[in-house]
């Protein structure tokens, strides 16, 4: 099992945020901003370049899921990001979709 897997199978502890049918929004162990939550599909998708046409729905849902985050985290005014990284040069460091929402302070662009 992912390390995300056995967050959403309450396996290994984490402070949740939201949780959807198909997803499970928590707060990230390391966050770079005053707001980072990791939203993550129940589904073990490894990576955003390894989702299939199946997993339509399971997508729709991680990306509708941002609103209530931000809403819930009251950074919907001021401003947020959404960023999945995948592969090595992306910086993915661990191998189960997660959507990385960061707020709560101006972000700069382009990210390093
Ligand atoms: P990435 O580098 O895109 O794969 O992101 C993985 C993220 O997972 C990093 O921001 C880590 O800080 C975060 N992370 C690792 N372990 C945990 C954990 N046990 N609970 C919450 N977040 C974690």
Redesign the pocket.
């Known amino acids: 099992m992912t ?2 897997e056995k ?1 959403v199978a309450r396996q ?4 949740i945020v939201a949780e959807g049918q198909d997803w499970l929004a ?7 901003a005053p707001v ?1 939550v ?1 939203i993550v599909p129940k589904k073990p998708i490894p990576r955003i370049g390894e989702a299939s046409p199946e997993d339509g729905h399971v997508l729709a849902a991680l990306m509708l899921a941002v609103q209530e985050v931000v809403k819930k985290l009251d950074v919907f005014q001021s401003g947020f990001r959404v ?3 995948n592969g090595g040069d ?6 189960h979709l ?1 959507v ?1 929402v960061l707020g709560g302070r101006p972000l700069e662009w382009p990210p390093g």
Do not use: Y
Not at 12 to 15: E, G, I, L
Not at 26 to 32: G, L, R, V
């Open positions: 390390l995300f967050i290994v502890p984490a402070n928590f707060h990230d162990i390391s966050p770079q980072h990791l960023v999945i990284n992306g910086g993915e460091t661990v191998p997660h990385h």
